[in-house]
């Protein structure tokens, strides 16, 4: 258990915490919790069922609407044709998958490639399962793509998994079609299986879209992707998403997921068809919100002086630390006591991240205002750092 410390996290909750019992209000941008409720048809759809005496039993398997409408959704959306039967899998939201899935690919000591920086579950999941960890840099300079070119064959030839997530948390990067194929192409040739998150297709800006890794050509041979309702859909704590592609990957899940727990509950299956197959107007309102946010925030803290780009995709913003500062965990930690605001600092998400912050866009447009007017009357990014002469 060594291996999965707190640090940062704790520490920034702790001062949030010390700071709102003195009174203090705290505007939290560290976590991606989105607070944009689901569509009322969504809502009441699960509280119809949830009003169903009948629908408290076990839900031990997926029922078959619900597979329909995965099945149904993937093909209008993405152009992606599933087998319901063997080609889906639900889930108590996709970080459950991702921390059960490595248990059934990997063995001890094998090795796993891992985006750096990442979600902490994309390495989580695999060092649960004992597996060790080769991080693939996502720069700034490359697009904040994987390099998969600049992994050693050595490595490759060694490697069980691979772990890709585009558009991507933290850095909010979109990856082109030539990334999939040649991805594709690379794990055919080293016979390594692909996980692909794709939490954020519909959260991309400015009139663009992007699609699923599982519409190029061979991705079913090699891989799965991951798809979440939490964001898409405001159904973030009702923990509803899919692993969907190859039908042995799903096998193994669905096999370890029978061991470790039970299905979801009915109503929230419910919930999750409505989602699916009713009216997807909701979707681009969700969509709007976040990119207003994201010009709001941007654009404001541009204003000040604080340089950063606005993203493409996803509910965060990838903002490089000051000059002034060396530590992005020091950064963080002066803005929360300083400003009042709370961010994740970009260490928390691997080597790679250092010198950056992750922003979410999870509060309305005047408390990201408000967040912006606290920073520049705080000085932080025209004064010394309290990191200066340690």
Not at 268 to 279: E, F, R, S, W
Request: hydrophobic residues 40%; aromatic residues 10%.
């Amino acid at each position: 258990m060594h291996r999965f410390e707190a640090g940062i996290f704790s520490k920034l909750l702790e001062i949030k915490n010390q700071k709102t019992k003195q009174g203090e209000t705290i505007i939290d941008l560290s976590v991606g919790s989105p607070n944009i409720p689901p569509a009322k048809h969504i809502v009441d759809a699960l509280l119809t069922s949830a009003a169903e005496e009948g629908n408290y039993i076990y839900a031990i398997n997926d029922q078959s609407a619900l597979l329909d409408a995965v099945s149904t959704w993937y093909q209008k959306r993405y152009g992606v044709t599933l087998d319901r039967d063997t080609e889906i899998c639900s889930l108590l939201g996709t970080q459950e998958g991702f921390s059960y899935l490595a248990m059934t690919i990997v063995d001890e000591g094998d090795l796993v490639l891992v985006p750096d920086p990442c979600y902490p579950v994309f390495s989580d999941g695999p060092r649960l399962a004992g597996a060790e960890l080769y991080f693939m840099p996502q720069k700034k300079e490359n697009g904040y793509l994987v390099q998969l070119q600049d992994i050693p064959e050595e490595v490759a030839n060694k490697a069980k998994m691979i772990i890709v997530s585009y558009p991507n948390n933290p850095t909010t990067a979109v990856a082109p079609d030539r990334f999939y194929v040649d991805l594709i192409a690379f794990a055919k040739r080293h016979d390594i299986i692909v996980l692909h998150d794709n939490a954020y297709s519909e959260l991309v800006f400015d009139s663009k879209r992007c699609g699923s890794f599982l519409s190029f050509p061979g991705a079913k041979d090699v891989g799965v992707e991951f798809n979440s309702l939490s964001k898409t859909y405001g159904l973030a704590g009702a923990r509803i998403g899919f692993c969907v592609g190859n039908a042995n990957v799903i096998s193994g899940l669905k096999k370890i997921k029978s061991i470790c727990a039970y299905g979801m509950f009915l109503p929230l299956q419910k919930a999750a068809i409505a989602a699916m197959t009713g009216d997807q107007g909701c979707v681009q309102t969700v969509r709007q919100a976040y990119e207003a946010r994201r010009n709001v925030l941007c654009e404001g803290f541009k204003a000040i002086g604080w340089e950063m780009e606005k993203p493409e995709a996803t509910m965060f913003v990838w903002a490089p630390i000051p000059p002034n500062y060396k530590s992005s965990e020091r950064f963080a930690m002066d803005l929360l006591e300083k400003a009042g605001l709370m961010v994740t600092p970009g260490s928390a998400f691997g080597p790679s991240g250092e010198g950056y912050v992750r922003m979410a866009l999870v509060q309305e447009e005047d408390a990201l205002r408000e967040a912006v007017r606290r920073v520049k009357e705080s000085g932080i990014l025209l004064g010394r750092s309290s990191e200066d002469g340690c």
